[in-house]
Each structure stands twice: as structure tokens, then as C-alpha cells.
DNA sequence: ATGAAAGCGCTAACAC
DNA sequence: GTGTTAGCGCTTTCAT
């Protein structure tokens, strides 16, 4: 077991009182450049490291950030908490993972915690967009910024894609391939991606004077099995073309087109929302809606930490662009 | 800005002292059943939570786990740390991030972080089987599991699957299917998953008095671009078999036959190794050894959790089973 | 500019 | 069984 070195050791090596250490470490200008140095020697010398639990005690506040999104184990988020925990490593801020699997109990639990727990901030994917329990969070002063969603009618930093824009282009992109009946596999619409994903197919239908027919939307949840219900509803609607509102949706939508013999730009064109690393594996290739998941997590971070800092910035709602990323699956020309 | 409640606000309350609240909540059974409920009260009245930078400061331990991986975004480890999450939520543990990207100074800088916040215990995939940092965390006696991968001559608890059998096994049912020359897409011989599955394919080989022939096996990285050039480089030998060592691997690989026009199932018969969600979705449907990794996961962090406890255990090797899941893309009935 | 001293909230001896 | 007390390692007044 090894003895643990403190601030004390540290200055007595370097000749100082303990004060002037902490104030070195912590970047104060006031310190004579040659006790500085002093210091500084002794920290590399015994290779110091603060305690991180009897600062944050004395600080009351903590260097880490949790990290509350549905389920790590979906590709989309995991791109977007890389992206999180660069930044905040970068920062010095370590990064705490919670899933809730949609679940608005779960997300309440886990910002207690975070409330509890003195975290330094919070990214928040909220599992609906008008319940929430970000006030223990917002009582405390624990920043928040929303990644991938948004909070309706909360004050609360965002950082999502323009998924309106991104739905209508791509359900262009389909109308432009000739496709007059597209099947719509939609999310729930209690979250703002699900909404908003499935107002931007419909607007692009009514700007090319298509028929909005309901008949050719399906939801279900943002999973697999989601996906398959409603495509396995849609075929029945004699479509044409077929757009999933995520890349869950999207899998269990080409399982169930396989299943029916279907072939993806043979038979019917199609395109899912996210694009994964393995849309290139498929034959064809997935034609696809590309976010930016880990630029969004990094910008996140960034200015969750410009927030912890006690930066004044005006709300922000950073919205970055995700863009049709055009393979075979949606091509249509045999 | 809330006040924050302390173990004395609920001492006052219960009128008890505050070590009768701190024996209350960390359950010593020398309390007076009154003075209990008294507390417990307390506690709920003024909605009280530890403070656990306190209570860490105090008792040089944290409720933290440490995750150490080569990369979140990999499926393959998001699905074993939500394992680990799971497992660790449960017990009232919170799990922290930090992603290598297999590059051993990366690692040694996380450990040294996880020793110095002294965290409860760390769960680690080494980047290396030989070179390793985990001296810093056993000096400190914080326990350490490793995960996917072993340590070579450490005396560490592990757990994995069966990497041998399960390349053996699926070696094998590609020579059921007929297939003399099979190609392998190979991962770092440096990793214990590399080598165990190099080794498993290549005894497969001699068990079937097939040539073990140099020419049909190609290294990578663990990766997507891995994949594709060791792919590209087995096309030239005249195989009519393939198996690739991973997920990342598995996709630069059928990337590349896609390129070429070669149809899994049909001209070529194909396994990949790690079964993914998204094997479903493509056509043929891909053969692939399925490992648990959910339950990896979980078990790792039972057995952490354990010996963070202070079990007395022997060392603990746990392997888990791997299974070929045949499905069309390895047969070769045309 | 630097040091001495107090105290963050908690737990573990120790005393009763 | 329960309370009193000391102190974990750090930062931050407050003196100097």
C-alpha cells in the first residue's frame, strides 16, 4: 500500500507553506515566479496529484460531467459521448455515463444523483420533450445543455441537427428518384427528433403536391423491432419508396424488407436517418441522413464548459447540419 | 441556489448525533431499532444525501468504477460497459469513461488518473497483453478486472469467451460448407484476442489436414480500414472461404467483396467474428460467432465488485461461452 | 506575496 | 448503544 503524498509533503520539499502550493496549482498570479518553480519541482518530483475528493469538498464542486443519454448501446449516442469525453478529457473533466432507457423515472433518478453528487454539469438527452426534472439541476446552479433533443419551454442550452431540413431533403431526394407513395417509419413524436423528422417528411410531400397520406406513416418506438412493425405495416400500402426516422428503425426496416424478398434500390428506394460505419457494408449501400454525432458531443461539452466556467452567454441553441449522404439503396434507375 | 443539507441537519432533526446517522446509513446493526427510525425519518423528511466527497475524503474510497477500453465506439465494448453500468448502478457504484484507442500511453495516464482519484476499482482492456500500467492500481490496491482480454503473466482476474474454440468452431463449419482455402482477416497478434483466434482457426485447419498456408492469412488493425486491406490482399489467393476477427474488421471486409462484386453466400462463403445487430440487416444475412457481451459486462463487474468487498477469492478466469450463429452468408449450396 | 489557521461533511476511535 | 472528538486533504480568508 502506498502512502499517499498531500499538499503538505509537497510543501515541505519545496520550502513553501501548503497555501502557496494550492495557490500555484490553482494558477494564482500572486506567487513569486521563484517559489513557483519550487513548487512546481517538488509536484513533479513526488509526483503529486491532488485529491480530487478533498478539493471538491472544500470547493464544493466537482470536475466531472454525467452524461445522461437512452442507451449507450445505441452507435448513434456512442459517437456523440466519444465526442463528450475528448472534449471534457481535454478539460481535465472526467465523464460519468448513465442510460435510461427512455425511461422518465430512470432520468429523474440519475439527475438527483448528479444534483447530489455536486457534478460540475450535466448533458441531458431528455427522454421526452415536456417532462422533466432538470429543476434539482437548475435549483443548484449545475449547468445543462441538451445533446440530440430539445426541452420544450425550458430556458436550456441545445445541440441537435436541423432535422426538419434533414428529413425534407432526403424525402425529396426520394421524390426526385421517381417515388410517389413513401412509407415513413417515425419515431415517438414525444421527443423533438420524432417530430420534428416526421414534419420535415411531410412538408417535402406538400411542396411537390404530393398527398399526405396517413396511411403511409407507421411509428414505433427508436428500436429494432420498432422498425419492423412499422415496415411490415407499410407494405401493405403499395409504396414506393421508404425513409426510417433512425438508424434502429432502419435496421429492423431492411430485416423486414429482406425477410419479403425486397431489395433495397432494386425494388423500392431507401434511406434511413444516421448514418452508421457499417451502411457501407450493405448491398447496396444506405443511402443515408449523416449527423455529425461527434462534433455534436465535442460542442456539447464545449459549452456545457463555458457554462461551468460562469460564462454569460444568451441561451444557445447551436443547430449543426446533417446532410443526405447518397449511396445505392435510394436509387431507382432499373 | 439550495442550501445544502449535512449529516447534522438530519442528526438535529432525529435528535441523535450525527455518528448515530453515519452508523444508521452505512447500516451498523449496533442502532437502537427507535433511534433508527428516528433517522431514517430524518432522511426523508429533509430529502437528505451524502455527500460523497466528504465521505470519500474520509474513508480513501470512492464509489466510483473506472472503464477503461480502446473505444466506445465500438459495439462490440458498448454493449460490455452497459454490462458493467448496469451491474454497477445496481450496487450503487457509478461508472467513469475513458477510451485508449489502444494506445498504451493513453492507458498508463488513465490508470494513473483512476489511482489517484482512487477509484473503487478499475475495469480494463488492455491494449497490450505484455505491457501494462496496472502496478500503479495493485500498489494502491485498488482491484482490477480485465475484460475481452488477458494479461499475460499478471496475476489478474479476467473474464473473456473462449476466443480458441470459437475461432476453431467457426473455422470449422466453413470446411463443413466445403471450403479448402479460407482467408483470414487477422487482428494484432499483441492482443490475447488477436492471437487466440489466429490460433483457433489455424488448428482448425490442421484438425481437418488442410495446409495452414501463410499466404491466407492477413493482419490488420482492429478496424474498419484493417479489414479492407487485409481483404483486398487474401482476394489474390483464390479463396473460397473467409473469416474475419472482429466487427470493424467484418465490415471492411464485405466493404471490399461488395467492391469487387463478390456476393457472400453465393460466391464466397463468409463468418465474421463479434454478431452485431446489424447482421441481420444485410443480405445474405452474416454468419457470425455471437459473443455475451452484455453479460461479459455484468460479470466483470460482479467479480470487481467482489473483490472491491475484500473477498478472498483464487484467482478468477472466467470464460464465457462464444457461439457460431449459422446463418446464410457462410453457406454454400449454389 | 506568503503563511497560519479554520473548516468543508463525513466516519472511526474512543469514551461513557 | 450512543455521543464526543479528531482529522481526512484541500482552499481560502485573514494577518503579516
Known amino acids: ?152 419551454g425550458a430556458p436550456v442550452d441545445s445541440v441537435t441537427v436541423n432535422n426538419f431540413r434533414a428529413a425534407f431533403e432526403a424525402t425529396e431526394h426520394l421524390i426526385e428518384q421517381g417515388c410517389r407513395r413513401i412509407g415513413f417509419v417515425a419515431g415517438p413524436v414525444t421527443t423533438t427528433t420524432g417530430s420534428r423528422r416526421l414534419a420535415g417528411y411531410k412538408a417535402a410531400l406538400r411542396a411537390a403536391g404530393l398527398p399526405d397520406d396517413p396511411q403511409l406513416v407507421a411509428s414505433g418506438e427508436f428500436r429494432i423491432d420498432g422498425g419492423r412493425a412499422a415496415t411490415a405495416t407499410l407494405l401493405g400500402q403499395h409504396i414506393d419508396g421508404l425513409f426510417a426516422a433512425n438508424n434502429l428503425m432502419t435496421i429492423g426496416a431492411l430485416e423486414t424488407l429482406g425477410a419479403h424478398g425486397i431489395e433495397p434500390g432494386r425494388d423500392l428506394a431507401v434511406v434511413g436517418f444516421d448514418d452508421i460505419n457499417w451502411g457501407t457494408a450493405l448491398r447496396p449501400p444506405l443511402t443515408a441522413v449523416s449527423q455529425p454525432t461527434y462534433e455534436i458531443g465535442q460542442r456539447t461539452a464545449e459549452l456545457l464548459l463555458r457554462r461551468i466556467r460562469g460564462e454569460k452567454l444568451p441561451l444557445q441553441r447551436i443547430v449543426l447540419p446533417a446532410k443526405l449522404v447518397i449511396r445505392e439503396s435510394s436509387l431507382r434507375h432499373r
Open 1 to 152: 500500500m502506498m502512502p499517499t503524498t498531500t499538499i503538505r509533503d509537497v510543501a515541505a520539499t519545496a520550502a513553501v507553506s501548503a497555501a502557496t502550493v494550492s495557490r500555484v496549482l490553482n494558477g494564482r498570479v500572486d506567487v513569486a515566479p521563484e517559489l513557483r518553480d519550487r513548487v512546481l519541482a517538488a509536484v513533479a518530483q513526488l509526483n503529486y496529484r491532488p485529491n480530487g475528493a478533498a478539493r471538491s469538498l472544500r470547493t464544493r464542486a466537482t470536475t466531472v460531467l454525467g452524461v445522461i443519454i437512452s442507451d449507450i448501446t445505441n452507435p448513434f449516442f456512442t459517437s456523440m459521448v466519444r465526442g463528450v469525453e475528448d472534449a471534457a478529457q481535454e478539460a481535465g473533466y472526467s465523464v460519468v455515463l448513465a442510460n435510461t432507457d427512455e425511461d422518465l423515472d430512470k432520468e429523474r433518478r440519475y439527475v438527483e444523483v448528479a444534483a447530489a453528487e455536486q457534478m460540475a454539469g450535466v448533458v441531458l438527452s431528455p427522454a421526452s420533450s415536456s417532462h422533466t426534472s432538470i429543476s434539482y439541476l437548475v435549483d443548484r446552479n449545475i449547468p445543462v445543455v441538451t445533446i440530440d433533443r430539445r426541452l420544450r
